[in-house]
């Protein structure tokens, strides 16, 4: 089966850091570039970063930028996303959502995972 | 950044109806880089429109998206009742995608 597994989410203190995993199943991963996107609870989408398929292009939402930091491991069809400094508005849902293709115009969401809750509190 | 204003924020309506979702963008967007998703609550988004118009694998042809510029729509044209969700449009800018803020689509 085609999917997309987030893991390591829970709960954090205010200041500290926390490593998510995305684990890709039933498709090469490796020839797709991957984002992971957020919600907080009852709130909208946000993009947060994306790399490429060779991880030579990173890109970071302004939020998060100097705190996150995203990486893959093309050998493990994984992703990961380093969060450090986290903060209360860093509480969401983080999901990791593959990018349709690698063609110019392939720069949509074509699968998501079910999402890792990540709780920044005291 | 190109920010999405999506209209209305919730839309009430009957199955059988039909659902027309406005996005309306702060500049103008390429429609290769414009995108829909469905949200039920308590599960992942998924794909229905990329490129502006055209439908994902396994979407129903009662969803269509039109548009250019900055004005873009989401028509479902006879809703059933698993279509009441939220809905999201998405863009990709230079180096960031940004979403819209959502409609939800209720059961009037």
């Known amino acids: 089966e085609v999917q997309l597994v987030e893991s390591g989410g829970g709960l954090v203190q205010p200041g500290g850091s926390l490593r998510l995993s995305c684990a890709a199943a039933g498709f090469t991963s490796s020839i797709y570039g991957m984002n992971w996107v957020r919600q907080a609870p009852g709130k909208g989408l946000e993009w947060v970063s994306y790399i490429s398929s060779s991880s030579t292009t990173i890109y970071y939402a302004d939020s998060v930028k100097g705190r996150f930091t995203i990486s893959r491991d093309n050998a493990k069809n994984s992703l990961d996303l380093q969060m450090n400094s986290l903060r209360a508005e860093d509480t969401a849902v983080y999901f990791c959502?593959?990018?349709?293709?690698?063609?110019?115009?392939?720069?949509?969401?074509?699968?998501w995972g079910r999402g890792t809750l990540v709780t920044v509190s005291s | 950044e190109i920010v999405l204003t999506q209209s209305p924020g919730t839309l009430s309506l009957s199955p059988g109806e039909r659902a027309t979702l406005s996005c309306r963008a702060s500049q103008s967007v390429s429609s290769s880089y414009l995108a829909w998703y469905q949200q039920i609550p308590g599960q992942a988004p998924r794909l229905l429109i990329y490129g502006a118009s055209s439908r994902a694998t396994g979407i129903p042809d009662r969803f269509s998206g039109s548009g250019s510029g900055t004005d873009f729509t989401l028509t479902i044209s006879r809703l059933e009742p698993e279509d009441f969700a939220v809905y999201y449009c998405q863009q990709y800018g230079t180096s960031s995608y940004t979403f819209g803020q959502g409609t939800k689509l209720e059961i009037k």
């Open positions: 959502a593959k990018r349709g293709s690698s063609s110019s115009t392939g720069r949509y969401f074509d699968l």
